[in-house]
């Protein structure tokens, strides 16, 4: 559908944009009155620019001809060079201003984001094309942070998907955009370049909800709790749907309880301690079972996911450090470990091996030699379909791990075995 036909059937975007006109449709006094909804999202078609609505479905090739620029050819002959920029994400409106200043000038007003919320710019030739890259090089925060970064493509490190952390959600255990900037500065040289032998995507999660992608990243951070919610019992009946919160425990550790609170008596739960592994599905259901706690908060690591099905089938990815504390601003030891990760990596896999396919190719024991990642029981599965993660095959390799089993103390090696 062209944008004529589009304008015919919704004319209220070809009217002179009104900023005031919410405030003139809303009155208090009749909050139906006036009301419009579920109008979704505007037509996608509009925000495209005139050559790419043109050769909209005629692309024959693109190839990236510098890290964060490519290049698309039609069939038409048409040719559309793209920019693509890192942005932290939470963006300010003068942020966006200048994104859209950027657009005016070089670009006829159009921009998108990406799935990975990387800004894009379009131009058509190469000299606007030259003019754009140096504009967006130039552009810096006033303490010396690149605005506009170009890069994200290829066997590189792009954006990092990431989720609320302090800044806006009430369950987490740990931050986002902070860990997020550190570890960005860390890697920056990575967003710039195609050094590595497939592109490797990253992405933190502030609690085990893992919105976002970190079950199907090739390296991931999930923030996790240590300890048992603090159960509130004089309030717990007045916020809560008992029902609701013992059905949300994973592994049945909430029951009904009655408690007595200034002598009176009042519906609660208990939590069976031993069988809690600080989910905090229960806090998000039952604001009077609170889970924070700065000294039992922190960051696990898991790697070896991904979603495509390039070569191997997608994969979630797995738990390699179970707890690294939270280190604000910078986490420093979250940020070593993923350096360390992504430098193996890069000098042990092959062309075209993300992190998950290597790491099935040298087994996950050679992994953690590789890397010095401490191996501990933290990580062996013990949920439900738990067996099928163990091995039922004596294919493994002699590790250092294997070693220090083997020349463990006795009494070490019967605690083990039992
Ligand atoms: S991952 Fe958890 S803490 Fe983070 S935004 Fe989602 S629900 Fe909130
Ligand atoms: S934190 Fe998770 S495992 Fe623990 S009681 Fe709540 S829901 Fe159950």
Redesign the pocket.
Known sequence: MGIEKFKELDPIYTQPYDPTLAEKLYNPEKPMENRITDIGPPYFWQFMPPVIQKNYGKWVSHEIIQPGVLKYKSETGDVVYVVRCGTPRLETTDYIREICEIADKYCGGYVRWTTRNNVEFHVTDEETLKALIEDLKNRKHPNGSYKFPIGGTGAGISNIVH???WI??????ID?SGIVKAIMDELFEYFGSHKLPAKTKLAL????????AVHCSDLALV?IHRKPPLVEDERLEHVCEIPLVIASCPLGAIKPATAEVDGKKKKTVRINVDRCMFCGNCY?MCPALPIADGEGDGIAIVVGGKVSNRITPPEFSRVVIPYIPNEPPRWPTTVKWIKKIIEIYSQHANKYERIGTWINRIGWERFFELTGIPFTEKCIDDYRLAYTTYRTSMHFKFTKHVDEVFNAPENYKVELFK
Do not use: R, S, V
Request: with cysteine.
């Open positions: 989720t609320q952390g806006h959600c009430h369950t987490p255990a986002a999660a502030c609690c085990l909800n893992m919105c976002g923030g998000t």
